[in-house]
């Protein structure tokens, strides 16, 4: 029986000491279990792109406003008045009045997605 233990504890020593497969490349790394990889990616957020755009919008569109110029008389001798210039009218152009405004506009909408995580040992990728 005392053998039998010695021969246990023995070979149970042997193969602790043993390297395996995963630790014989990289020492001091955690190698994570067969199944899938749940820290592998990481979730990043870009938030959405604006930019502010500038465009001249018409204030007021040009117009011609017409002014009427009443008739000019004068007196010429005492008993006398003779018009001078006759009833007119007198047009006035106004051009259209213009003006820079600035608006916020969405380039690209906020989105997410997931990146590889960079390894933290050099020789066993993990």
């Known amino acids: 029986m005392l053998r039998t233990s010695a021969a246990l504890i023995v070979s149970a020593v042997i193969t602790a000491a043993l390297p395996t497969a995963a630790s ?8 994570p279990p067969p199944q899938p990889c749940v820290t592998c ?5 870009v938030p959405p ?3 502010t755009v500038q465009e001249t919008v018409m204030v007021s ?12 008389y004068r007196t010429v001798m005492v008993p ?9 009218v007198a ?16 380039v690209s909408p906020g989105y997410s997605y997931y990146t590889a995580v ?9």
């Open 61 to 72: 569109p040009g117009r011609v406003v017409a002014h009427r110029t009443p008739a000019q």
């Open 80 to 88: 006398q008045t003779v018009m001078v210039a006759p009833e007119g």
């Open 41 to 45: 990616y990481q979730m990043q957020t």
């Open 91 to 106: 047009y006035q152009r106004i051009p259209p009045q213009y003006a820079t405004q600035q608006r916020v506009e969405m």
């Open 49 to 51: 792109q604006y930019r």
């Open 118 to 126: 960079a390894p933290s040992c050099a020789t066993c990728g993990y």
């Open 24 to 31: 014989a490349y990289c020492q001091g790394c955690y190698v």
